[in-house]
């Protein structure tokens, strides 16, 4: 009987995280060629096998293709987080990095800091726009029952995936310079939930 029970778990398990991959997958978000819920192509597992990285997870392998970073899981061959390193920018080079995220992924949901910008995506696929942030994070702040030390709970803001740009320099800065390191990561925590459950 217990065999049983966990097989019908494994199974449940198992066909919860294919859907939300297939979810995933169909909103067809990503950089470059690779694309978060996508199972990699045979092309992608051969730049996989040459250029293979090391990862502190038994159920993610990791790998670099050129400047993009790619942890799939194991037992699917679907990407489940991408990002991509921008390497010695210049104040012009950031501003182009930024301009082009918001041609590939709309106006941000919010930015932080002046070096930070977010991206988040709701369970159906859409995004969560500044204004929609704005009164959710306000009515967060006047909750009586608030669960974190900065006074926002994040597991309410009910999202599917996130995209986040962040730098070393300010992305509107005036100053010059030409060592900024950037980082362009897309990724799904329901995902790694699945995987890693």
Known sequence: MRSILTLLLLTVSMFASSNLFEKIEGLNV???????????????????KRDLLETNSDKIYKFRDNDIY??????SDRAVVIYRVFEDQNSTDLKRILGGAIGAYAEPTTMSHGNIVYWVYRKDGSLITNDDYEQWRNR??????????????????????TVKLSSS???????????????LIVSSQALLEEIVK
Do not use: R
């Not at 790619?70 to 037992?75: C, E, G, L, N, Q």
């Not at 967060?140 to 995936?161: F, I, M, P, V």
């Open 70 to 75: 790619i942890s799939v899981d194991k037992a």
């Open 169 to 183: 320099k300010m992305f509107e800065s005036d100053e010059k310079f030409d060592d900024a390191k950037a980082y």
């Open 140 to 161: 967060q702040l006047n909750s009586d029952n608030n669960s974190t030390s900065h006074g926002l709970n994040y597991a309410t803001l009910n999202k599917l995936y």
């Open 30 to 48: 990503g950089i470059g060629e690779y694309k978060l819920g996508k199972k990699l192509t045979v092309a992608q597992k051969s730049s996989a």
